[in-house]
């Protein structure tokens, strides 16, 4: 009687990150906040770096890392940042180390930068980073949200919308387009986006394993 055949050793896959960008008012922040709450723990949010002051509302690790900027300057010039910018006289960026190590776990990160900061990214990450850009269905729309949030002065809001004209103009370098038209239906999308990219082959870091193995059986 011919022996049992060893079992295949299960397929493994190299992490990636998500990067959802879009014009303030376009939904990415409850679309992030939805992902995160659906995938988690296999994905999990970047967490920056920031120069800012810390409010009381913020815990240190958990909304950003809070650095001197002496730290922040240093991490920049030895190439420990994937993206940094400067926003009103405060540094922001996202540390490399976390992210490789969770890369190398098999562990998602979704990030929450702009398009520049993923012009950065794609520059250091160029295989493991999946861009995702967030359109409102009609400018005018865009307005609607933006004033039925009551966060924000009249001033604010147009300031608001002329950078989103701005943003909406570099939409042809990213991966993939949503159009927000039904929350429901773009977060579907969203979440169609992330299953495939996990299953693409090259980032199947056991593979060559399990196929070999299963070749070798009788």
């Not at 879009?22 to 992030?32: I, N, R, V, W």
């Not at 693409?200 to 196929?211: M, N, Q």
Request: cysteine-free.
């Amino acid at each position: 009687m011919p022996a049992a055949a060893a079992p295949l050793a299960p397929t493994r896959r190299r992490g990636l990150g998500l990067i959802l960008a879009s014009p303030s008012g376009a939904g990415k922040s409850t679309l992030s906040r939805q992902l995160i709450a659906d995938e988690k723990p296999s994905i999990t949010l970047s967490v920056s770096v920031t120069t800012r002051e810390r409010r009381s509302s913020e815990i240190d690790g958990v909304h950003y890392r809070f650095v001197t900027r002496a730290r922040f300057e240093a991490m920049r010039d030895h190439d420990e940042l994937l993206e940094w910018a400067e926003v009103h006289g405060n540094f922001y960026g996202t540390p490399r180390e976390p992210v490789e190590a969770a890369f190398a776990e098999g562990r998602d990160m979704l990030f929450d930068i702009d398009w520049q900061g993923t012009v950065q990214v794609l520059d250091k990450l160029p295989d493991d980073v999946v861009t995702i850009f967030i359109l409102p269905p009609s400018m005018r729309e865009l307005a609607s949200r933006l004033h039925r949030r009551a966060e924000d002065a009249e001033e604010v809001i147009a300031r608001r919308l002329a950078n989103a004209r701005i943003e909406i103009a570099e939409w042809q370098r990213f991966d993939y387009v949503v159009v927000n038209d039904d929350l429901e239906r773009a977060y579907g999308d969203v979440r169609a986006i992330l299953r495939a990219e996990r299953l693409k082959r090259r980032r199947g870091t056991g593979l060559d394993g399990f196929v070999a193995g299963l070749l070798a059986e009788g």
